[in-house]
Every structure is written in C-alpha cells, then in structure tokens.
C-alpha cells in the first residue's frame, strides 16, 4: 500500500521539483520509503508503506532488468506468487509483489490483468515506445485521479491534493462535480469536483502516447455471458461455493509480512471474516474493536462473544463521542475530496494503527453483495407495484400528496420523486433512495448559470450497465450500490483515512471472483428472510446465533447536538463564507441553515454537513469557483 505520482510530458523540459512537490503529498501514504525516477519525458514518484518484502529490493519505482520500464504501484498483489511461477524467464531480484506485476506486464501485455487478484493502481512507463500504462483495479478499491491536456502533458496521482501540487492544473470547482456532490455527497467517477481532474474507472486502464490517452474496460461486474441457470441449480451447491469463494478470498489476505489484524465490530460481516481467519490463520488473530461507555453505542458483547469463541488476541479501543469532536479538525484536513462521510472511520483508523496493526480486514461488502440493507426488500416490494407506473402521472403526484401529513419532509421528497419515476426499473428507484437533496432543491441551491449537466449522475452510471436489468432484483440492488455509492464513499473514504494514517485495509468481500459469482445467484436463494440468510447459512456453523438475531445499535455520532452546540460557530462561519460564492443561492442555503438551528422542521444535520465540509476543504485547499 503506497501512493503514487507521475507527470509525462511532451515538452521534454519538466523540473524536477514538480514530480517532488506531488510525492511529497503522498508522504503520509508511505513513510517507509520514497524516491523519484525521472528521464526526458516521464517523471514518476513514490511512497512506499512497507508490507511484502520489507527489503529496499522492493522499493519504488522500479525498474525492469532491462531498464526499459519502469512502474509505481500502489496496493497489493494478493496472488503474486502464483503468477510468479508463470514467469520462468524473468531474474526477479526482489520478492514482492511490485516486481512480479512489472514483469507479467513485460511477458503478456495487457492480457497480464485478467491473472492479477488484487487491489490496484500502477502505472508503468515504457522508455522505448514512449507510452504509459495505467491501471485500476476491478472494484475500484485503490484510486488513480489524473489530469490529461491533449498535446501537452498527462499527470496522474493517488491523490487529487498531489495533482494540485503539480502546479501544471486548474483549482476551479467542476460545477457539474459540484451538482453531483450535493445531490449525493459525493463526486461520481469518471468525474471530480476539480475541473479538468478525472478518475480512472473501476477495472479500466489507459494508455497515454504521444499526446493521446485511450481508455478501455477490462472487467464488469456483470458477466458477459451470464447465464442464471448455469450453476445456481442447487442450494447446498451454492452455499459450499460462497463459504469455498469466501474462505479463499479471506486467505489471500493474509499474505503480509507485517503485522495482520481485522476489524471485528459483532456483526455478521466482520464476524464472519474473523472466524474464517481463526480457521485458516497457525496463530491467534489480532481483532480490534471500537467501544463506548454509553450503552446505547456499545456493542462489545458480541464483538468479545466472536473474540472468545475464536480465541483472538483482542483489542478493544474505547472512544467517547468526544474524541470524534476532537480529532475534527484533523479529519477535515485529511480529505482529499470533500465527503459527507468518513470522520468515524478516521478515527477508528487512527486508534487501530496506534494499537500497533499495520495491516487489518475489513467486513465491508456484505451488506452490498447479500442483501443486507433495507432498500434490497423495498425494492422488490416496488416490482409488486408495477400498476402504480402505469397511471398518469399528475394522478401519481396527487397520491403521494396525500401522504404528505403523516410523513417528514425529507420523507414527502423521497415518495414524491418515486411518484414521479417512469417505471419502477432500477436505474428509475436507485437515485431516489440515495439522494441528499431533490431535483428541486438542488436547483434552487445551485448557480450553475449556462453549464450544461446530466440530468443525474447515478441513473447515467447505472444506464451503461446494459446488461443490469438482466440480472436477478436483488443483485440488480447490488451492482447499482456498488457501482456508485460503494465505490464512490464507503471504498474511497476507507482508503482516503485510513492511508492517513498509514494503515492499509483489505476488503475479502470485494474479491472479484466473489462479487462475480454472487451477482449470478437467484433472489430466491438470496431472499433476505433475515440478516444475509445466504451468508450466514453458507457459514454454518461458525456465525452464532446471537450475532445472527441480535438488535443492531450503531454508532451514531451527535452530529445534530454539535452542530447546535459545539460546532455552531465553526458550522455558521463557513455556511455564510459559501453563501457568498457565486456558484450556490446563499440567501437558499442560509434560510436551510436556519431552518435546522430553529428546529422548526426536520431538516436533517447531514444536508448542511455536506456545506460545511465543502467550504472547509475549498479554504484549505485555494479553491476557485
């Protein structure tokens, strides 16, 4: 786990001090090691976190034995060795990971990717033919941003703050980025909140030569010849193959030669990764769990529950909401891109490292691939409405009118943009449910003047996946989530706080031969009777009961209190400096500020966050509309 940089330009005359300045950005992602490598046209910089072959022999960039190519990458590699032993032509001189990526480059081109298991980002530079290769990996776990001018340069980095420090692009606001994130809180790819500043797709690579960069898929998520009668005929079969699939993907993520752990929370999906570490791991896993002196928050009895049974060497960390408050400034600093999200998971990031891990699991993405949040049922209650979206809609808009005093107002918006759909199709129901503000709020909050927009970043997204609709209702759900706000939030602010603080995550349940075939399996297999049936069955016996069944609290910070309280002068200070930018309504977004102090209506805390944080990440980072 690393970061990485690179500038290729046409000119032939870059300093040197730029590639610097952009690696130095990255330091906090690696402060195990970095260098730079820079020759007539390419300079490429690195930070190295050291976790496989701890030696300088794996240090970056790296060069070929020839020195014709030369790579930075970012991520692990998790079956380097099997590939390795592909290659019998190569005098590796290292053993990690980063060498035997170069090499099955050198021997089979692109075609080496689809042999690649693994959370990626590389890049590498070709001295011959004057060309860089650069590549995500499938789920989009790691981030490559890059800034491409036609003729004159391409950069590309880990991070959009190392861009910036290149000094060679725009600081101005993309004001469709900017729609996107107050519609979602997020800015989806391909696009930034940064002009002229895109990210590489999920499973894409690039090639930029001679001025031009050429961008193409090399993995979906959906199949290409799916075939949903192929291999879910029995039960029991898939069951075995969820539980084979998963144990696998658990196991190839234990390959580190630093210290492992995993993030053990007592619930199903971390549960479920610890107990299949205890199975495969010769020594006690390392857990770490979060907990609270308010009972309200604390879930230690099922997270000690897992760590007894399994006998783990656990950590429990305890935190006061306080401590959240505390660490606020620093969080906001160490976002790269503004989000609605991703204080908690700093925090916790911070108080894991400082416990002494290096390298943790994580359980994110089973309640993507399983079912397991709200909106998988409620959307196939929608299919069972069809004949709702066959009535006119004027007639549509006057029955969720009449549910409007028994709701809340950010209930009202939501039943009256489902009234308003076409259909109940996904690409038509998704959006709603992940919506901040309304198609109307966002226009009156947003001064775009002439730019011209997608109509929703979201439906766009889910519209090139021609073959979702093809897919079974709950695995439809499951494309659509981690296709935009998976990826988008959950995967990014994971990666973005915790490299904060030097700490890499692994995310079994994004294993791509996983998420491949789970995606095939019939919602009657997968019918959510109760908290990710399929998982839980697929694993007997090894989640208990008790872990299954139990009441889930959460952990929800008092955002709404702070914002009233301790955070009131921090919050208003950068509202009013907003609103006094062109491209938002102030007098809107000052009337929706108040709103939310008076408490007259139900205005919820993370529709004015959203501001906060954007103003916030804009002064710290010379931001231009």
Known sequence: MCGIAGVISEKNNLDKSIIQNMTDALAHRGPDAGAIYQDGKAALGHRRLSIIDLSELSNQPMLSHDGRYIIVFNGELYNFKEVKKEINNYPFKSS?????????????GVDCLRRFNGMFAFAIWDKIEESLFVVRDRLGIKPLYFSYKAESHFIFASEIRSILKSGLTSRQIDRCGLSDY??????????????????????????????KLTTKKYWDIIPDKYNPNGQYQSYEKVKNNVRQLLSSAVEKRLVSDVPIGAFLSGGI??????ALMSEISERPV???????????????????????????????????????MEEMPNALAAMDVPSGDGVNTYVVSKATKNAGVVVTLSGLGGDELFAGYPFFEKFAQ???MSAFWKIPAIIRKGFSSGAGPFLKSHQRAKIDMLARANSAEIDQIFPTFR????PEESNQLLNTGKTTCPTDSVEELLLMQKELKKLPLLSQVSVSDISTYTQNILLRDTDQMSMAHALEVRVPFFDHELVEYVIGIPDNMKKPEYAKKLLVESLKPLVPNEIVFRQKKGF?????????????????????????????????LKQLWGKFLSGKNDNLWSRIWIFVVLEDWMQRNGIEE
Request: aromatic share 14%; hydrophobic share 40%.
């Open 435 to 438: 919506r901040v503000f309304s």
């Open 182 to 211: 107050i519609n979602y809180q997020t800015v989806h790819a391909p696009k930034t909140i940064i002009k002229d500043i895109f990210q590489l797709m999920p499973g894409e690579y690039g090639i930029y030569k001679k001025g």
């Open 96 to 108: 990690g990971d980063s060498e035997v990526i170069l090499a099955a480059y050198i021997k089979w």
């Open 382 to 384: 929608l299919q069972k």
């Open 286 to 324: 390392d857990t770490f769990s979060i907990i609270f002196k308010e009972k309200q928050f604390d879930e230690s009895e099922y997270s000690d529950l897992i760590a007894k049974k399994y006998k783990t060497n656990h950590h429990p960390i305890l935190l006061n909401p306080s401590d959240f």
């Open 556 to 588: 929800h910070l008092p955002w709404k209190i702070w914002m009233k309280k301790e955070l009131k002068s921090f919050c208003d200070t950068r509202i009013n400096s907003l609103a006094e930018r062109g491209m938002i309504n102030g007098v809107f």
């Open 269 to 274: 999906d971390s549960s479920a990764v610890v």
